[in-house]
């Protein structure tokens, strides 16, 4: 895929994101369906801070450095590379300050995240193709599962991380229909 091509999907997906944001009462946005899941709220800050904290600081680390760009990409990510999507299992981490995310402040805050998030996907997607234009040699970085990712992979990751947890939205709005959260 190209940056465009990733960058539109990523439009898409963030699309659906921000349409089902407006369906969520305060309430449903802070309501965990146990006391070890995310609310849906906490998902939504999961998803932003992790491309504006992490992803996007790879991406940026592999465009500064030729450091393992001939390390390999474990097998299996680059199968989820070839397909364009993650497979759909559950990921669990167990509950720490490091990683869990808080709950929202507001829909507000949500929103003003979205638009760092698609400010900075434009930008390292301008960033991606003028290093590639340039023929400048790309580092890779460590990915703490699948080896090592260059910045496209990183790109890549952005926005199939953003479908993944749909899944995980699915699961919560059953939650939150079954058990008539208003």
């Not at 802070?30 to 996007?56: K, N």
């Not at 003003?112 to 998030?117: D, I, S």
């Not at 390292?124 to 260059?150: C, N, V, Y």
Request: proline share 7%; with cysteine; aromatic share 10%.
């Amino acid at each position: 895929m190209t940056t465009k091509e990733i960058l539109a999907q990523f439009q898409a997906t963030v699309g659906i994101w921000k349409a089902a944001l407006d369906t969520y009462s305060d309430t449903q946005l802070r309501t965990q369906p146990s006391p070890d899941e995310w609310s849906i709220g906490q998902v939504y800050i999961h998803i932003l801070r992790s491309a504006l904290f992490f992803h996007s600081k790879q991406v940026e680390a592999c465009l500064q450095t030729s450091e393992n760009a001939n390390e390999p990409t474990h097998p299996q990510a680059a199968l989820m590379f070839e397909q364009g999507s993650m497979p759909p299992d559950r990921i669990s981490v167990p509950a720490s300050p490091q990683y869990t995310p808080p709950q929202p402040e507001s829909k507000a805050q949500i929103l003003a995240l979205f638009g760092e998030v698609e400010a900075m996907m434009k930008r390292l997607s301008e960033e991606i193709d003028a290093a590639m234009s340039a023929g400048k040699p790309l580092g890779k970085t460590s990915h703490p599962r699948f080896q090592f990712f260059s910045a496209m992979e990183w790109f890549q990751l952005i926005e199939m991380h953003y479908r993944h947890h749909l899944h995980q939205k699915g699961r919560i709005d059953e939650f939150l229909a079954a058990h008539a959260v208003k």
